[in-house]
């Protein structure tokens, strides 16, 4: 079965630092989206993206975040300069038709990248 | 702002129970899904929904759209059916895209 691969698993970083995280959505996918969740609360949404371009993005979402797929099959999720609340599980998520539409429309999640700033 | 509450927060049950989990939000949505969370963090969706009802296995989701409702129910529930099961929505109109999520329902089955 199709699957949405991220790397690291687990990232450690000092505070100021910038870390970026990496996913591999299932290729005939068009749509992908980041969301975060910080140990013990909800899942975020922060970002989603088509056509090279962001086509949604949260109030999270800050200048000290960007994404951008470079390569065709890689979709990254940059972070600038890290600071203590950015501690999180990163989960990039793909679907093949844009999620606000009704249908058959699966929404693949990857296993999450653990991002913890000292 | 669009609120999706979930009750209850936290559920146990015997093995073979017949378990729902309920999902109530604010404004008009497009879609709704339910997603599993397993204890080591993964994600994997369940359904989505935009009306009715849907099956999958032991699990079944319904909607109303009227009452802005969703229920969950799994049957003849199992202990590796332990997991955060999370309700989610897209709202409706200007082509959102992002999913405004519950904070989820922890349930554990116990043997």
């Known amino acids: 079965e199709p699957e949405v691969t991220q790397t690291p698993s687990h990232q450690v970083t000092q505070m100021g630092q910038e870390v970026i995280l990496r996913c591999v959505p299932i290729?005939?996918?068009?749509?992908f989206y980041w969301y975060r969740q910080i140990l013990g609360q909800k899942v975020e949404f922060l970002v989603s993206f088509y056509n090279n371009e962001i086509s949604e993005k949260s109030e999270i979402f800050d200048d000290q975040f960007s994404v951008e797929r470079p390569d065709g099959s890689n979709f990254t999720l940059k972070i600038r300069s890290t600071k203590l609340e950015d501690s999180a599980m990163y989960f990039c998520?793909?679907?093949?038709?844009?999620?606000?539409?009704?249908?058959?429309?699966?929404?693949?999640f990857g296993a999450g990248s653990r991002l913890t700033v000292l | 702002k669009n609120e999706v509450e979930q009750s209850p927060q936290n559920l146990t049950a015997q093995e073979g129970e017949f378990i729902t989990i309920n999902c109530s939000y604010s404004v008009g949505i497009s879609a709704l899904h339910w997603l599993q969370q397993h204890p080591g963090g993964g994600i994997v969706s369940l359904f989505m929904?935009?009306?009715g009802k849907k099956k999958h296995g032991r699990l079944i989701a319904t909607i109303n759209i009227q009452e802005k409702h969703s229920s969950l129910h799994i049957t003849a529930s199992h202990p590796r059916d332990s997991a955060v099961y999370i309700c989610?929505?897209?709202?409706?109109?200007?082509?959102?895209?992002?999913?405004?999520f519950g904070k989820g329902t922890h349930l554990i089955i116990q043997p």
């Open positions: 290729s005939n996918h068009l749509y």
């Open positions: 998520a793909s679907t093949r038709a844009k999620l606000s539409l009704s249908g058959a429309n699966v929404l693949t």
């Open positions: 929904l935009s009306s």
């Open positions: 989610a929505v897209i709202v409706s109109g200007g082509g959102a895209d992002g999913l405004t």
